[in-house]
């Protein structure tokens, strides 16, 4: 084919090749629609053809990456050739066994996890090293699950005695009172995606044991006024819906012992009128504080169906445009 760069790739154990392939082929046709690469296979041997030198090594260094990981005993499923080629187009030079493989982390008994992109391994890291975190990007990109399975995990091992998950209770400041039902009936819609997170890592029954005990606490942010927090894994949730003074006191409730992570996206704010979100202020306040790390995510990272970081994507076109046209009306 005229204009075409080529190249070609041959492995050795025709088995894992097959699982590199995929059920009919699917993990070559996501590498093929993702990297705009033609793949060809004839045995054991895969030959690529693309118009541009980047499209043609990222694709093989896929190939070549999932086949030595195949090889290593890890188990490769679309899902993780997606997210191998989003770490890939951001780093040539990652490396997936590290990531998939190595750096896999134990929650519970039922549950582990493993980054599946490099900002997910920046966060998790950060997390570790830091006794405060903000998590910020959009939905889908593992910010509180992976938030909730290191507090499951700390609490599994006794590095900290209590795991508290607070988040705003309603968009417009936690006014519960019009809601029917007691307090825990009014807020626990609100705190539903903490609770599904949970159950995803420990036994329900093990769940409600802890809840029961005080172990673990699932509440609106308004509950943690006026409390000092020591030996306990706090995060809160969607925290572009704090205003400053709910974000100040949160911030302020750390004990010793304590570690906080602080989850959010500053594109969907649902705060009533000209109210400011205390995760933006956070942000420029906090910014070169020691001991704090921000973590951003951004499209790429999301880990949802693939069509997710599409639709996000496009709301980002499209609010770009709308504040273009207002910015002409306005002139």
């Not at 296979?41 to 693309?50: D, E, Q, V």
């Not at 490396?95 to 599946?116: C, D, G, H, Y």
């Not at 172990?215 to 949730?237: H, K, Q, S, Y």
Request: a positive charge.
């Amino acid at each position: 084919m005229e204009n075409f760069l080529e190249t070609s790739i041959t492995f050795k154990d025709s088995a894992l090749v097959q699982e590199l392939f995929g059920p009919y082929g699917q993990n070559l046709d996501i590498i093929h629609k993702t990297t705009n690469t033609l793949i060809e296979s004839r045995g054991t041997s895969i030959y690529l053809k693309a118009r541009d030198k980047h499209s043609l090594d990222w694709a093989k260094n896929c190939l070549v990456q999932f086949y030595d990981l195949l090889k290593s005993g890890y188990k490769v499923y679309p899902q993780d050739i997606e997210a191998g080629l989003k770490i890939l187009s951001k780093d040539s030079n990652a490396s997936l066994k590290k990531i998939f493989k190595q750096e896999v982390f134990v929650v519970s008994p039922r549950k582990t996890i493993a980054p599946k992109t490099l900002s997910q391994r920046n966060y998790l890291q950060a997390i570790k090293e830091s006794d405060l975190v903000f998590g910020i990007g959009p939905a889908g990109t593992g910010k509180t699950y992976l938030a909730v399975a290191v507090a499951v995990s700390f609490l599994m091992q006794k590095k900290v005695k209590r795991l508290i998950l607070a988040r705003p209770a309603v968009e417009a400041g936690e006014k519960l009172g019009f809601l029917p039902g007691d307090m825990l009936e009014k807020v626990t819609p609100y705190l539903r995606p903490l609770y599904d997170a949970l159950h995803d890592m420990l036994d329900f029954r093990k769940v409600q044991e802890m809840l029961e005990a005080g172990v673990i606490e699932v509440a609106p942010l308004a509950f943690m006024r006026g409390r000092t927090l020591n030996d306990a894994f706090i995060i809160l949730d969607e925290a572009q819906n704090t205003t400053p003074e709910q974000m100040k006191m949160f911030l302020t409730r750390m004990g010793f012992g304590s570690k906080a992570v602080v989850t959010g996206d500053v594109t969907q704010i649902d705060l009533p009128g000209t109210t400011k979100s205390g995760l933006i202020q956070a942000q420029r306040v906090l910014e070169n504080v020691k001991g704090i790390k921000f973590v951003y995510f951004d499209e790429q990272d999301v880990i949802r169906h693939n069509l997710v970081g599409r639709i996000v994507k496009a709301y980002e076109r499209y609010e770009s445009r709308e504040e273009e046209v207002e910015k002409k009306g306005g002139n």
